[in-house]
């Protein structure tokens, strides 16, 4: 199928923002595959790059929507925004959004000079669906794992610096078991006619194995080279359950030791909340990087 736009939410605002580049195309097989990128007014860089993706359970949303406004706020402390669209599923199913979200970090990273980034720090970030993609990229980026060379710049490294992964769905296995603990039914978007699950996978019911999900999830794919990770979630969050969030802080321990990641969980905040995006939230993430990134 091809790139249907869809309705967004309120644009973000980047009113502050002296310098952007809207619907820069970094590949050719999609009019999904074109981010907007987003420059802090001071500073002569090159500046460390966060390569954001926008939620909306695979199936909706813009890269120009109010999602990354909190993002957006970081480039007062230096830091540079490229906020990507991706295959929505409808137009492409699974593995398309991830080969989309490597196209892009090396796209950046071979253009680098190019537009005043530096390609030695690149933070992937996201929410809910751009929360796994954030994620998924984190674990698997630099190595031969979800790449489709043929997009473009095949010499050039996906490879990310660190991540913030924000209420994402991490494990498609025990998300609806964890959803029923907490009290909560599985969500069913009521404009769609089938499940998130199925429609990401591009399958039905029983077609969808353990194997597929297995393959599928950011937490197979975690090794020692786990960047520095922040992951953020709601305690009360409806969509995607809490403990998402909590898999994936485990394993990353587990691999990497509990320096390697940091866990935020506001307690009265749901999916997609406006808790997330305080001044507060911003100065955790802020710290967060600059721990990481400017040593």
């Known amino acids: ?137 984190a674990a698997t980026g630099g190595r031969p794992i979800l790449e489709d060379l043929s997009q473009g710049n095949a010499d050039v490294s996906s490879a990310v610096q660190a991540c913030i992964a924000w209420f994402g769905l991490m494990d498609f296995e025990t998300s609806d078991r964890q959803l029923r603990e907490n009290g909560l039914e599985t969500f069913q978007f009521t404009n769609i006619d089938d499940s998130v699950t199925n429609k990401f996978f591009g399958a039905k019911g029983d077609e969808i194995t353990h194997e597929m999900m297995t393959e599928a999830s950011p937490l197979t794919y975690i090794t020692e080279q786990m960047p520095p990770t922040l992951a953020q979630h709601g305690l009360i969050d409806h969509l995607v359950a809490h403990q998402q969030s909590e898999q994936l802080v485990e394993k990353i321990q587990e691999i990497c030791g509990p320096d390697r990641v940091k866990y935020t969980l506001i307690e009265e905040a749901d999916h997609d909340d406006p808790l997330f995006n305080t001044p507060e939230n911003v100065e955790i993430m802020r710290e967060f990087l600059d721990n990481v990134l400017k040593k």
Do not use: W
């Open 1 to 137: 199928m091809a790139y249907v736009p869809l309705p967004v939410r309120p644009l973000a605002d980047s009113s502050f923002i002296e310098k952007k580049i809207y619907d820069i195309p970094y590949c050719d097989q999609s009019e999904a595959q074109k981010l907007d990128l987003y420059f802090p007014n001071e500073g002569e860089g090159p500046f460390p790059t966060i390569v954001y993706f926008h939620g909306g359970g695979f199936f909706m949303r813009d890269k120009s929507d109010d999602q990354v406004q909190p993002f957006l706020y970081l480039t007062k402390y230096g830091y540079a925004v490229a906020s990507c669209n991706y295959r929505r599923v409808g137009e492409e199913c699974y593995p398309a959004l991830g080969y989309d979200t490597r196209a892009a970090t090396r796209f950046l990273r071979a253009n680098a000079a190019k537009y005043n980034l530096d390609p030695d720090r690149f933070i992937s970030a996201g929410q809910s669906a751009g929360g796994y993609l954030s994620a998924m990229l």
